[in-house]
């Protein structure tokens, strides 16, 4: 039977002497290095009295022994569960407790704080920490370099993420081998990766986007991967002569925009970089292709699905939209129950081997997240445009329904962007005594704030009037989570009082 990601993620390179994790200053961890460390690592989770399908939680900084652990679970059967690094102790109590995990990694410095925590939902507690301190080295160290892996079927869990819950409680979304290996093998072959290629990795490993897409590609592919910390927009430029490509968040590219040394000759060494985890702006894709000569690539994926589309690597990368679907995977726009013509918006579904298995213990949120002919909804409104690629409208729960009048927040945000002043925004509903929900648009100005009457101005002939904002108010920046996407629940949450009281608003 086999152990399907190990087999396509581990087995091809275990005794290579290549380079798979470099650090800034350029020290390699070679693929053999990184086999041994992960097999021990496997021993030491068998001796805690793990056992295939046991689910372990791991809030651990990023560092080579992180992304070791994962390596260790996947060889050893057992389920993985990354945790955010900001969640508190009592949200990770959440976790482990929902999961049934019966093992906590956790760093060091909090063991104390996470003690009673994983003493209370029955799981083991164990340490690592980014310079390979902590309990599980001390646990893992003299243990044997080779682990036979366990053998996984297809469909056994790899993994367990849990959503943002931003409608409730987050949900833990069931990845199986298969679905990642499919996501993996299908992005390496249409990004074109080989063993030529050296990426930046900036990202963090408790997310999708970092540990699936960044690390499985490459993976498959044998490249290396210069091994960063965390984003800083200095850093990566030092280390971009010594790449090839990058995966970001849009984030990073509006920083990298920020620094004077991203020029054409700064990136002259690169092939790629892709942009993904939240709405990349038109105005920074144009800017970073003037700036660099490079059109930055869009995907669209979820935590439940991976990638789902792509734009080409060769042909027309369009701005504002996320390209196609991937080979093997098939989308479609739905309005009304029947398939949407082009331009038409609607409710984006998917089907293909990347679709997770459901809901841990929620079998009745599964089902009613599938179509009756089984395709996922993914909860994103979207449309196709006349030649096949996708445009991402919003989320469904982010439309905005005032007097009775559909609103996507991506069509307002999309036209304040293109004014000058603005840097980027975001536009919510809140609530409303006459029109139901009413248009607010939260801004970040691009130096001094433009007066919300010239904003309102200047929209005015680009927007119909229902659409116009009825309150604009400035921040330094948006709320953000760790992927960049803009927190608009906690915005929501801030305005939602708004018309309640007596406000200045715009006409």
Known sequence: MGNPLHELLFAPHADSPRPFLIDAAGTATSHAAFRARAAAFAHALAALGLVPGDRIAAQVAKSPDALALFAAAVTAGVV??????????????????????????CDPSAEAALAPVAAAAGARLVTLGTDGSGSLPELAAGRPERFDPVSRDDDDLAALLYTSGTTGRAKGAMLSHRNLVSNAEVLAGAWGFSDRDVLIHALPVFHTHGLFVATGVCLVAGAPMIFLPRFDAAEVLAVMPRATAMMGVPTFYTRLLDEPGLTRAATAHMRLFVSGSAPLRPETHRAFAARTGHAILERYGMTETGMNTSNPLEGERRAGTVGRPLPGISVRVTASGRAAGPGETGM??????????????????????FTPDGWFMTGDLGRFDADGYLEIVGRAKDLIIAG????YPREVEAALDALPGVRESAVIGVPHPDLGEAVVAVVVPGGAPPAPAELAAALAPRLARFKLPR???????????????????ALRAEFATLFARTEETLP
């Open 348 to 369: 984006i579904e998917v089907k293909g081997p990347n679709v997770f298995r459901g809901y841990w213990n929620l079998a009745e949120k599964t089902a009613a997240e």
């Open 471 to 489: 309150h604009i108010a400035f921040r330094s920046e948006l709320p953000r989570n760790a992927m960049g996407k803009v927190q608009k629940a």
């Open 80 to 105: 993985y569960l990354p945790l955010n690094t900001a969640y508190t102790p009592a949200e990770v109590a959440y976790f482990i407790a929902d999961a049934g995990a019966a093992a906590l990694v």
């Open 404 to 407: 009775g009048y559909n609103i």
